[in-house]
């Protein structure tokens, strides 16, 4: 389960909701890490190995941390960031950094990308999966839709993106909200990406209640299930409490109730 259900603000007061997403049958959660100071992240650690919950920990950038800017002294101060977000991972006990942090949430040039863009890119994510490694962890890319990105905006773009890194510890992810509106077969675009996929977000079109709304996820878990996927498979599910996400309007009662509605349809689709 992912914890931006809850807004940002990823503090000790938590830990109820972790037992409550654990009384609830799963097995894990994402853990979005925006504050970069380590030490913050021990409680979280033991908190989750008393629990026995999986951890997968995910950041973004915001526009002050923009890794494909003209600037290079931002390019440099990006890098840093993003390491210590790696630094926090390691202590949570996550061996992945997932999210978008190819470049900066809702940032545009009005234009596409630039060869020297994905270049800059390429080469501080480079830099960066070669630190995870000294940590052993994988960078698991995300892209993000043509309104929040313009440097990735579809599996083939990341899958590009990833082959100019080019680095075994950058690996790739797949978010069902972003490839709804972007690829034409979701099954198709999960072959694509194949034994490179380490980590998968589920989010209904409305980012609701999960089997609320038009997702065909059967299609996508017959795709995970063709390519032999064994990792970990997170609800992602937002409300007005995460700004960012642009949600005005009610969707669902209540966060416990998402949360239980979401694994049951899970747990109908595919022990069907």
């Not at 003209?70 to 992945?96: I, Q």
């Not at 995870?132 to 309104?147: M, P, W």
């Not at 209640?209 to 992602?236: N, P, Q």
Request: with cysteine; hydrophobic share 40%; aromatic share 8%.
């Amino acid at each position: 389960m992912n914890l931006l259900l809850w807004g940002t603000e990823m503090n000790e007061d938590m830990f109820p909701v972790l037992e409550q997403i654990r009384e609830a049958g799963y097995d894990g959660v994402e853990v979005p890490i925006f504050n970069t100071d380590p030490a913050a992240w021990e409680s979280w650690r033991k908190q989750l190995d008393v629990l026995g919950l999986e951890r997968v920990a995910v950041t973004i950038n915001g526009p002050d941390h923009h890794q494909i800017a003209n600037d290079p002294a931002m390019r440099s101060k990006t890098l840093e960031r993003n390491k210590r977000a790696l630094d926090c991972a390691a202590v949570l006990g996550s061996k992945l950094l997932t999210g978008p942090y190819h470049s900066a949430l809702g940032v545009f040039a009005g234009r596409t990308a630039t060869d020297e863009e994905k270049g800059w890119a390429a080469e501080n994510l480079f830099e960066l999966a070669e630190y995870a490694g000294t940590l052993g962890i994988t960078l698991g890319l995300e892209y993000l839709n043509r309104f929040e990105s313009y440097l990735v905006s579809c599996t083939d773009e990341l899958i590009a993106l990833a082959d100019q890194v080019n680095h075994p510890h950058c690996k790739l992810m797949f978010d069902s909200f972003h490839a709804n509106i972007e690829e034409k077969d979701m099954a198709a675009a999960i072959r694509k990406i194949g034994n490179r996929l380490v980590h998968v977000q589920l989010s209904e079109n409305d980012r609701g209640t999960l089997g609320a709304g038009h997702v065909d996820f059967e299609s996508i878990i017959a795709g995970l299930s063709s390519i032999g996927y064994s990792g970990m498979i997170s609800v992602e599910a937002f409300s007005s409490k995460l700004t960012a996400a642009n949600i005005w309007r009610p969707l669902f009662g209540s966060e416990e109730q998402l949360v239980k509605d979401s694994i049951q349809y899970l747990k109908n689709i595919t022990q069907s």
